[in-house]
């Protein structure tokens, strides 16, 4: 593990050696990117897959993750799948979190930089993957990774000549070195007695080419490169080197498997037969999570809740029927490698193996992949069935509206676009002119459900409904439709307004008109603007004032209409000497700018308003009514809530003063007072749900009551904390008594004593009280004594004694003198004729672990004696008990 950590230091000195190395020598970055592209490729192709370009093909994190896959034998998180710079990114780091969780310390190596096809990180990367997984493990005599792979390569190379191995650069430039490792090996494969020293170039690709036809080790290195460089790329070497190691490792390995198998073929027959079922069991099972998992990792919705209720039917068949087989096949599958483990083991055999990915682990890894993907694909199915829910119900809603406001809008087209008004007389434009109000207010109110229709269609829209282009179509031509009515209301309106004006003037009529129409109009004026005042009241006689004076407003509205009446009159007088006479009057009134229409306008409005005040003033008067209810609600239980949390507090002050039975008996007292207190829960709960409908009325005061909400809740919050503390204080009480061997007669004298000296019953006595009371007791205390005793009844030096203190404090005094004469007897039969004791007479007299423990505790004070390593009486009482306890 420590040499483990010291490679994982030496990264950080190989990455700051990285920019400095490609200065060096721009033909080393060559020479890794083939050695390093070689090496990941003889990985690669084990997954069926291989990359050309190291930095381009790295860049989305898939070959990246797939090839950490491969060396480990472990899986990854799964990879992100899109194409977007942001899923390559977050595959990348999925890569390096796992290279770092192995240990290795990357520096400067950025996702960012691998994305972006940075060369230089991007071997910088490859060479930390390849120094931890394919050179970090080797070890050859107590020496690892570089060291133990250079030590590895001495040691096969020393019986050759021309072959001197000191480093992992020009050490390998004449190629004998890798000829030397192949013959050591396989010595068939090359004659090295032919091989010559001067001819590097034959001895290279000789190794190269025998290495790769019948080692499969692949050609990762160029002898070109090699002998064309002053100083080989020591990373590139390393790199191929490993390979052979690994190659040859790994022969010997299967080698030795072999001759053993041989020798115990006979005894392991019935062994065989368990690794090939468990194989077997293992293949199949292993196929099945195979097949099984791409089918709950799929994430094809479906456009029907029909059919997404099969998806859900037929996962649940995978539950009921499929999986649980499995299961079974998977139990089975580890009780029979536990059982042949159990018989290789009973008859001094290796254990048992299985294939690569085969292992239990594996089998366990495959089974939790498969569950998570299980999970993942339930939950989808939930939310999509949800989702689907969701939008069936949009659908419907959108189409039932969207038919409602279509059957509305049939014919009002053809009805805007009438010329009715060409001929119309003046009564008639007038009764137009209301029509057409009456339609512009039903206009107005429909304008909300086309709201709705589009943001009901927005949201279809977002939730990625599968017929939204026939939702989009619809809305689009209900909102058109909607526009062009809009626009025609207006056209019809204007046209509406020139009509009658055109008919409006007389001149021998205009001045009269003109003088009672002014102060009429004034009045109508005014009229609205008080009918329109907005009004702000807080209790119901403000209101009951404002209602008055409306009464009275409305009380003048008869003879306002006489007077309007009258001056209608004066136009309509005009109308008739229009028509008698065929006059076709131009212009407008001379005197005054108002008009019958105008009047008739205002009138209607203050009509209109006066309406509306009237039930703007009942819906307020009734909200005052409901507000004052809520009010006289809220105070009617608060002030019984209120007193009833005070009695308690004060119940329960004099439960835990007075002397009434035993302490359990005031223990049961007090639970029962709990039970009752928690039962009450409810009316608090009441009072807050008044309180809330107080708060959203906008209530702010309540003459009623002199309770708040939050003066209630402090008071229950109190309630409930001082009943669970007074339980406790009476539990440690008994706590004490048991352990201290007190009676109940004691106990009373001790809560008398306390009780007589709480002078100011707060259940707690402060320091001059008790004080007197220990004097009282027979105490004879100084300053620094009562100092003491402060310590250690009030260690948090708040002032006062809490009755739990004082009871401990008192059994304490009276179990002071036991203690010491305990010590001293120990001490004596310890130490016999001596006056001290020594850690070896520890030892003989008591258990091992016993004596250990007492001469740590007793280690700081020995030295005190004239005997060296020894403990007197003090010393020795100190040590087991603590200075302040003796």
Not at 14 to 40: I, V
Not at 578 to 586: C, G, S
Not at 747 to 772: L, P, Q, V
């Amino acid at each position: 593990m420590d040499h483990y950590d010291g490679e994982t230091n030496d990264y950080r000195q190989q990455e700051d050696d990285w920019d400095r190395d490609l200065l060096l020598d721009p033909a080393w970055e060559k020479q890794q990117r083939k050695t390093f592209t070689a090496w990941c490729n003889s990985h690669l192709r084990k997954a069926g897959t291989q990359i050309e370009n190291i930095e381009e093909d790295f860049r989305d994190g898939l070959k990246l993750m797939l090839l950490l896959e491969v060396i480990s034998g472990e899986r990854l998180a799964k990879p992100e799948r899109g194409k977007m710079r942001v899923h390559k990114i977050s595959n990348v780091n999925k890569a390096l979190n796992f290279i770092t969780r192995k240990g290795v310390k990357l520096v400067s190596i950025g996702a960012e930089e691998i994305v972006d096809g940075n060369a230089k990180m991007t071997l910088g990367m490859i060479w930390t993957i390849i120094l931890r997984f394919a050179i970090q493990d080797i070890s050859v005599e107590e020496t690892s990774a570089k060291e133990g792979l250079l030590l590895w390569c001495q040691r096969k190379t020393a019986p050759y000549k021309n072959v001197n191995i000191q480093n992992f650069h020009i050490s390998w430039k004449d190629g004998l070195g890798f000829c030397a490792l192949i013959h050591r090996h396989r010595p068939e494969l090359i004659d090295y007695s032919k091989l010559r020293k001067d001819d590097p170039m034959t001895n290279l690709n000789t190794a190269f080419d025998v290495a790769e036809r019948y080692l499969d080790i692949p050609r990762m290195l160029d002898a070109e490169d090699i002998v064309g460089t002053a100083r080989p790329d020591e990373k590139a070497i390393m790199t191929y080197v490993s390979s052979f190691y690994h190659a040859f490792s790994g022969a010997q390995k299967a080698e030795t498997a072999a001759n053993r198998i041989c020798k115990v073929l006979a005894v392991n027959q019935d062994n065989e037969k368990l690794m090939e079922d468990y194989e077997r069991l293992a293949s199949d099972l292993l196929e099945w999570i195979r097949r099984t998992i791409p089918w709950l990792e799929n994430r094809a919705t479906e456009n029907t809740m029909a059919a997404m209720q099969q998806k859900l039917e037929d996962f649940r068949d995978y539950r009921r029927m499929h999986k649980p087989p499995k299961v079974q096949e998977k139990c089975q599958l580890e009780i029979n490698f536990n059982t042949l483990q159990t018989k290789l083991r009973l008859s001094n055999r290796p254990a048992f193996m299985p294939s690569e990915g085969k292992m239990v682990s594996d089998i366990s890894n495959a089974w939790s992949g498969l569950e998570g993907a299980e999970k993942g694909y339930e939950e989808w199915l939930l939310n999509e069935i949800r989702r689907l829910e969701r939008l069936d119900h949009l659908a419907g809603k959108f189409r039932q509206k969207a038919t409602i406001h279509e059957g509305w809008t049939t014919g009002k087209e053809d009805m805007l676009q009438q010329k009715d008004f060409e001929t119309a007389s003046l009564s008639e434009i007038k009764a137009l002119l209301k029509k057409h109000e009456a339609f512009e207010s039903d206009l107005a109110a429909h304008q909300d459900r086309v709201e709705q229709i589009a943001a009901i269609a927005q949201e279809l829209n977002e939730l990625d409904y599968y017929d939204s282009p026939r939702v989009n179509a619809r809305c689009q031509h209900i909102c058109d439709l909607w526009d062009t009515l809009g626009a025609l209301t207006q056209k019809r309106n204007e046209a509406l307004q020139r009509t009658e004006k055109l008919l409006e003037t007389i001149d021998q009529l205009y001045l009269e008109f003109a003088k009672r129409a002014a102060p009429f109009n004034n009045w109508m004026e005014g009229a609205m603007e008080d009918l329109q005042d907005t009004f702000i009241v807080h209790t119901i006689e403000e209101i009951q004032g404002l209602t008055a004076a409306h009464e009275q407003f409305k009380a003048t509205l008869p003879e306002a209409d006489k007077e309007r009446q009258a001056i209608l009159g004066i136009h309509n007088e005009i109308s008739k000497i229009v028509q008698t006479y065929h006059v076709n009057m131009a212009g407008s009134n001379p005197y005054t700018t108002i008009t019958p229409q105008t009047i008739n306008a205002k009138w209607e409005k203050v009509r209109q308003l006066v309406p509306q005040r009237d039930q703007a003033l009942v819906e307020e008067h009734t909200r005052q009514q409901d507000n004052e209810r809520l009010r006289k609600q809220f105070a009617g239980q608060a002030n019984v809530i209120g007193p009833w949390i005070q009695t308690k507090m004060e119940e329960i002050g004099r439960i835990s003063i007075e002397m009434h039975g035993t302490l359990e008996t005031q223990l049961t007292q007090l639970r029962q007072y709990e039970k009752n207190i928690i039962n009450y829960k409810p009316k608090i709960d009441q009072l807050e749900g008044d309180h809330q409908l107080i708060q959203e009325a906008l209530i702010f005061d309540n003459k009623h009551t002199n309770y708040t909400m939050e003066h209630i809740r402090v008071g229950w919050e109190q309630l409930l904390t001082t009943i669970a503390r007074t339980i406790n204080e009476i539990e440690n009480q008994i706590l004490t008594r048991d352990a201290k061997g007190i009676s109940q007669e004691q106990m009373n004298e001790f809560r008398a004593s306390f009780n007589h000296f709480d002078r100011k019953r707060t259940g707690m006595m402060d320091a001059d009280d008790f004080k007197t009371c220990l004097i009282s007791m027979g105490y004879n205390l100084s300053e620094a004594e009562f100092a003491r005793i402060m310590s250690i009844v009030d260690p948090n030096r708040l002032g006062v004694v809490t009755f739990q203190a004082f009871i401990d404090f008192m059994s304490r005094e009276a179990a002071d003198t036991d203690t010491a004469d305990q010590v001293m007897a120990s001490f004596k039969v310890l130490a016999g004729d001596k006056n001290y004791i020594l850690a070896d007479e520890l030892r003989r007299e008591l258990p091992p672990d016993q004596a250990e423990y007492c001469i740590a505790r007793m280690a700081p004070y020995t030295g005190r004696d004239a005997v060296p390593g020894a403990l007197d009486y003090m010393s020795f009482s100190t040590a087991l008990y603590g200075e302040s306890d003796l």
